[in-house]
Structures are given as C-alpha cells and as structure tokens.
T-cell receptor, first 112, second 110 residues
C-alpha cells in the first residue's frame, strides 16, 4: 500500500538555526500539505501546495516558513530561524482529490 | 474564520461501554472527515461524510452528519482496548483545507 514518508523522524536543533523537514508524498497525488501538532494539542494546518505553488496558508505560516517541491517527488518545509515555540510534530499529508488525506509518520522537531 | 469545536476533550470508559464524541462547526460544511490518532502515531483517515443527515457505519463505529451540515458525531459501541486513541473531526468549508477539532482522547479501562 502506498504511503507518505517523512525524514528525519526526530530533529533536534538550536534556537535560531534553520531546519528542513522532508516528505515524499504518494506518487499520483496532487495536493500536499504540512501540518503541525504541538504535544497534546490538535492538528493545525500550515500550508497547502498544488501545481508547484502554495494554494493556501495559515497565519502560522509566516515569513520564517517556506515550502518547495524541488525535484517532483520530495516536498520540503523549511523553517529559517527556529524558535522554541516551533517545537512540535510536523506532519506531511497528500491527497489525490477531494477525499481522504494520507498523513506521513511525522517529524518531531525539538528546538533547544 | 471557520472554527470546529469538539467535545469532550477526554473520555474514560470501561471496556464494553459506549463512547461518543461530538463536533460543531461555526459555519456550514461541505464535508466532514474523521481521523484516529493512536498515541505516538499519526492521524489515520476513518471516514468522510458529505450529505446532510448522512449516517455511515464501520463495524462498531457509527458516524453522523447533521441535517444542517454543521455538526457531526462518532459513536463507538462496546469499546475495546484497541479503540484507545484520539479521535479528530476535520471539517471542510469551500476549500480543500480541513479545520481540525481539538480531538477527543478515548481511554478504555480493561
């Protein structure tokens, strides 16, 4: 069964450092998403990506965040200068159409 | 903006008891999805409801979508320890972006 994969599973970084979280969506899917989930809280939408550009983004997705699909398979989330409050689980998800989202296993980001 | 409220936040039940979680949206939804997240895991899609008043069943799970398409519920009959996890609803308005509820964490005591 096809699945969304994410690397790394855990990233520890110092405050102010840049991090790149990587995702490989399901190959025939068209829409890609990043979510974050602070420990014990709900899943929060960050950004959606379609046709090689951002289609929607939330208030959380400020200038410190960017997304790319550099090579047609990987989908990356970059945080330029991490803050303590960026510590969370980051989930990538992909979708073929107007149906279920398939979530990856997540990357746990810890900012020290 | 669209808000989705989900209650209760936590629910403790004895194995064999029933469980229900409720979602209410501030706006009319085009559809609502339900996900289950096991402890330490990622959200896994359970079902999508689209039609007003729709009811769907998956074994012991019953999902309902309100007539006004602003509320939904998930009911589990005779809970088992394998049902443990957090159940999230996610409502969509006019866009592809779902708004997730806070989730209801189900704890089943054997």
């Amino acid at each position: 069964e096809p699945e969304v994969t994410q690397t790394p599973s855990h990233q520890v970084t110092q405050m102010g450092q840049e991090v790149i979280l990587r995702c490989v969506p399901i190959s025939n899917h068209l829409y890609f998403y990043w979510y974050r989930q602070i420990l014990g809280q709900k899943v929060e939408f960050l950004v959606s990506f379609y046709n090689n550009e951002i289609s929607e983004k939330s208030e959380i997705f400020d200038d410190q965040f960017s997304v790319e699909r550099p090579d047609g398979s990987n989908f990356t989330l970059k945080i330029r200068s991490t803050k303590l409050e960026d510590s969370a689980m980051y989930f990538c998800a992909s979708i073929q159409g107007y149906n279920e989202q398939f979530f990856g296993p997540g990357t746990r980001l810890t900012v020290l | 903006g669209q808000q989705v409220m989900q209650i209760p936040q936590y629910q403790h039940v004895q194995e064999g008891e029933d469980f229900t979680t409720y979602c209410n949206s501030s706006t009319t939804l085009s559809n609502i999805q339900w996900y289950k997240q096991r402890p330490g895991g990622h959200p896994v899609f359970l079902i999508q409801l689209v039609k007003s008043g729709e009811v769907k069943k998956q074994k012991r799970l019953t999902f309902q979508f309100g007539e006004a398409k602003k509320n939904s519920s998930l009911h589990i009959t005779a809970t088992q320890t394998t049902d443990v996890g957090t159940y999230f609803c996610a409502g969509r308005g006019g866009s592809y972006i779902p708004t997730f509820g806070r989730g209801t964490s189900l704890i089943v005591h054997p």
